[in-house]
């Protein structure tokens, strides 16, 4: 699975090399966004272990799913880091490189003589991205760190779920996820500042953690805490800041979601719910007022919804100009028209499963598009061909094979 020389068509990061020596979510991610956008993107797994991410979900004759779309575009190369020779490969690997990925605990790679005083002897202008839990300073540096954690810690497990039940978390990676997406962003910033300093280019250290890209998404509870003293609680799929907001079940037994964060909005659902008099309240004038008469909003949206089918309800949102759209699974994403129209998921060929549909590059560029080259596959998968390329010779390479280094 050795990847072709790039061509100007694959991107604008295309010449950007990359390594990912991170594990699971946050670091891979925001290393397959790169990928997916031109960048060379070596990915580094433990030669017996490899990538707990390999493990994570559902498989098809053995053959992870999650970790097709996750390794895309990446050259697979098993390399055990705490050995003298791993490490010596891995420097290498960032003489060459322009940006590195990791996520192990802080300290981890100081103690394989892998630090970035280490690395930045080797190459001044690397850029090291260090993806933790918590950081690599403060009180909780040292802890194991979990999306789940920083989902209970941000706050948004607080906030989510019904008023009278238990917090809730989210069924997915939500808080790596947005660390990963975040974390793109800050190597590119860093990258822009080292490309344009003057003198001699250096890169830098950009600290990642789980939480605080998801502190900023939860939204503005501290400050709100600061000021007014508020704590807020759950309100299941209510808004304090506007009503009908709601989700809302059809006819035939289906679920829609509604929106009004707009006030022309909230008039023009009430309009087609039958109750244009709510209009006339002072209270309707606002988003807070609507939201403190929530219970009177969505009985009438409710029962308006409820005496309808799904068809019918959308239907009539198109017709009024308002804010509605059916709720989800996996089957009815596939489905949709517009999603299959504007390839927000596409397809990619896998050599054992053949075509497998996955999500798309995440944004669109008109001239310097990003695209899947190939999906991931096995592990070491690279290995050979990288290292031949870092100038290792074929007995050498079948010495580090015979002790357990690469695989």
Not at 233 to 252: C, E, F, I, Q, V
Not at 361 to 375: K, L, Y
Request: hydrophobic letters at 40%.
């Amino acid at each position: 699975m050795t990847e072709k020389p790039l061509s100007g068509k694959d991107g604008p990061l295309h010449g950007l090399r990359v390594i990912d020596a991170s594990t699971i979510l946050a670091g891979p991610l925001c290393a397959q966004i790169l990928g997916d956008f031109g960048a060379e993107v070596v990915k580094i797994e433990h030669p017996r272990h490899g990538d707990a991410m390999r493990g994570h979900g559902p498989s098809k004759d053995g053959e992870p799913l999650w970790w097709k779309e996750i390794s895309r575009n990446k050259r697979l190369v098993a390399a055990n880091l705490s050995e003298s020779d791993g490490a010596e490969i891995l420097l290498r690997l960032a003489e060459r490189s322009d940006v590195l990925i990791e996520n192990f605990r802080p300290g981890t790679l100081e103690r394989w003589g892998l630090g970035p005083e280490v690395l930045w002897e080797r190459n001044p202008a690397l850029v090291i991205v260090r993806v933790t839990g918590f950081g690599q300073t403060g009180p909780y540096a040292a802890r194991p760190g979990f999306g789940t954690l920083a989902e209970a810690m941000s706050g948004f497990a607080h906030l989510t779920g019904a008023a009278d039940g238990p917090p809730s978390l989210p069924a997915f990676g939500l808080a790596d996820s947005i660390c990963g997406i975040a974390a793109s962003s800050a190597v590119m910033m860093a990258l822009w500042e080292r490309d344009r300093a003057e003198g001699s280019a250096r890169g830098q250290v950009v600290d990642m953690n789980l939480l605080t890209p998801l502190l900023t998404a939860v939204g503005p509870g501290p400050t709100i805490f600061d000021q007014l003293g508020t704590v807020e609680t759950r309100h299941g799929n209510r808004s304090t800041n506007n009503s009908p907001r709601n989700t809302y079940l059809t006819a035939d037994g289906r679920w829609v979601a509604v929106s009004t964060s707009a006030q022309s909005i909230a008039e023009r659902v009430m309009r087609l719910v039958g109750h244009p008099d709510v209009l006339d309240e002072p209270w309707f004038a606002t988003g807070a007022g609507r939201a403190a008469h929530a219970d009177l909003l969505d009985r009438h949206v409710g029962e308006w919804i409820g005496a309808r089918s799904r068809d019918e309800v959308l239907a009539g949102f198109a017709a009024a100009g308002a804010a509605v759209a059916p709720v989800y699974d996996a089957a009815d994403v596939v489905a949709d028209e517009h999603v299959r129209t504007t390839e927000m998921l596409t397809t990619a060929v896998d050599e054992t499963l053949g075509d497998v549909l996955m999500h798309n590059v995440m944004w669109r560029m008109s001239r310097t598009p990003g695209r899947i080259r190939h999906v991931g596959g096995a592990k070491g998968a690279d290995t050979r061909a990288v290292l031949t390329e870092l100038g290792y010779g074929d007995e050498e390479i079948g010495e580090l094979r015979s002790r357990g280094v690469v695989a």
